[in-house]
């Protein structure tokens, strides 16, 4: 099931997910399969900037089947360039970077308080161009939460590897983590649309671990607090594997 699929079945619409994972006034656009957030409040004309932008690339590359995958399942692109200096914003009261110096302290009460309580924006840490949600993993069956974290690594994985290309990063230690991170999660989505196959693939967890081991090398760089993320993440998908 596609990732906008599966919110509209368990939220009843991309609306509500929105209201209760970014709040009321967090602007959004559907293309596709794909959702585009942007938490960082843009006029009209540059969201529809990155709308086209998005529709002529969406940054997958076509020879990568990783990138792929996520294309596949479609999801959710989060933009958050907030840097807490905006004075018209609508979310300033909740927002982690709002700078309080920038503005007088009468204008914050003119904030709608009811709009900004119900903000309940999830921490997306070092991430700026992937998300996923992991506040409700452990209400879900190891099946669904399985394929919800697949979805965030892959959107992770892509950024991470589009990062360490923009700074010419090694070939080889891009491939030392996307492929068998591509290898686990092919064979972890054909296991888990298969009900025929009883047990888990050995490879999985192999390749999981493998990824993970990959990832360590980026400590001490630039990168080293989204590859930790990563690697948080990829063990929690490996806790879930072991109930199956």
């Not at 967090?26 to 399969?33: E, H, M, Q, T, Y």
């Not at 907030?82 to 204008?107: I, L, T």
């Not at 161009?129 to 069956?141: A, H, I, K, W, Y």
């Not at 099946?143 to 990062?163: N, P, T, W, Y």
Request: aromatic share 8%; proline share 4%.
């Amino acid at each position: 099931m596609k990732q906008l699929d599966w919110v509209r079945k368990e939220f009843g619409s991309i609306e509500e997910y929105i209201r209760v994972h970014f709040g009321r006034e967090a602007r959004f656009s559907i293309l596709g399969d794909c959702c585009l957030v942007h938490l960082d409040n843009p006029d009209e004309e540059t969201s529809l900037e990155r709308e086209q932008e998005f529709l002529k690339d969406d940054g997958l590359d076509d020879d990568c089947p990783l990138c792929q995958l996520q294309r596949e399942d479609g999801g959710f692109v989060v933009y958050d360039g907030c840097d807490g200096s905006c004075p018209d914003c609508r979310q300033r009261d909740s927002c982690e970077d709002y700078a309080s110096q920038e503005w007088a302290g009468d204008e914050v009460s003119d904030v709608d308080s009811e709009a900004t309580s119900e903000v309940t924006r999830p921490q997306n840490g070092p991430w700026t161009r992937s998300f996923v949600d992991m506040g409700n993993l452990e209400q879900m069956s190891p099946s669904m939460a399985v394929q919800i974290m697949l979805f965030g690594v892959l959107g992770h994985a892509a950024e991470l590897r589009m990062d360490l290309q923009n700074q010419e990063g090694s070939e080889a230690m891009i491939r030392g983590f996307l492929e068998p991170l591509e290898s686990a999660c092919c064979d972890l989505k054909s296991f888990l649309s298969s009900g025929s196959r009883p047990f888990m693939p050995n490879e999985i967890p192999v390749n999981l671990q493998l990824t993970i081991s990959a990832l360590r090398e980026l400590a001490g760089g630039e990168l080293e607090d989204k590859a930790k993320d990563l690697i948080v993440k990829l063990e929690t998908i490996l806790n879930f594997v072991d109930r199956f």
